[in-house]
């Protein structure tokens, strides 16, 4: 795995981990720390056809601006959103399973309204757009030049949205606002202490473990190959129902971190 960083951030090797660390700052520029296995690859190089990835983490507060996570992804936005300025890519359609933490600026869902689901194992929930989320989404594999085109002509962003929807299949749980749906997790995830985390991803579906107990399963499994991704950073995207769209940074008051440990691959 290699590590980049924004000026001050650093990613930093521990006893048995790594620490992932942005200093504090305003919003007038992006902060970011990750760890990855993919960068320099074309997407159709990505190294994973299945995966299952284990760790233990926490973070440096519970409400951080910004997201964090882990998982594994076609990294879709290529320069444009991506989690750190990368070499250019076109932008494709989202492939990806994740532990995905989403300040509440942020709205990364696609689904047009709460309750939407695409399948039937999970229809009594709605599909949160932040939070602590076990997510997934799965697209067809075309580049996406479709969707900054239709946010100008000849589509709303709101169609755009809707038409998205359509096309993106996706799943999600937030871990923390769901946790009486959640069996040995009761008392929900602090995720600024220590718990381990397992995300199992396999053609047919994906699983997520805290604590070695199931917390969400999903029959939608994203189309491969994808890359391993660990990051933190200051950002936020969203794309509401209402098809109000934003994207930017966010004040940090205080340095905030990602520690993880005991990383394993299978």
Do not use: C
Not at 106 to 132: T, V
Not at 161 to 178: F, K, W
Request: proline residues 9%; without cysteine.
């Amino acid at each position: 795995m290699k590590s980049r960083t924004t000026p001050d951030a650093s990613v930093e090797k521990t006893g048995n981990g790594y620490l992932l660390k942005i200093p504090a700052g305003d919003s007038s520029a992006y902060r970011f720390a990750q760890m990855d296995d993919y960068f320099g690859l074309p997407r159709r190089q990505f190294p994973h056809h299945s995966l299952t990835l284990s760790l233990r983490a926490r973070v440096s507060s519970r409400s951080l601006p910004g997201t964090w996570g882990f998982g594994i992804w076609n990294d879709p936005f290529g320069m444009s959103l991506g989690f750190g300025g990368k070499r250019f890519r076109l932008p494709t359609l989202p492939n990806a399973a994740w532990f995905f933490f989403a300040s509440p600026e942020n709205y990364l869902s696609f689904q047009g309204s709460p309750g939407r689901r695409r399948h039937e194992s999970a229809a009594r929930l709605p599909l949160p757009g932040n939070g602590f989320l076990a997510q997934s989404f799965r697209s067809p594999k075309f580049h996406a030049s479709l969707i900054p085109a239709g946010l100008v002509l000849p589509f709303s962003a709101k169609t755009t949205r809707r038409m998205l929807g359509r096309i993106i299949q996706e799943d999600g749980l937030d871990i923390a606002e769901h946790r009486e749906q959640t069996p040995g997790v009761h008392d929900g995830v602090d995720v600024a202490q220590w718990h381990s985390y397992q995300l199992e991803w396999s053609p047919k579906r994906v699983v997520w473990q805290v604590d070695e107990a199931r917390v969400f399963e999903s029959p939608v499994s994203p189309n491969r190959p994808l890359g391993l991704v660990i990051w933190i950073d200051n950002q936020f995207a969203a794309f509401t129902p209402e098809g109000k769209i934003g994207f930017g940074v966010l004040e940090n008051p205080e340095p905030a971190w990602l520690e993880i440990a005991d990383l394993k691959l299978a």
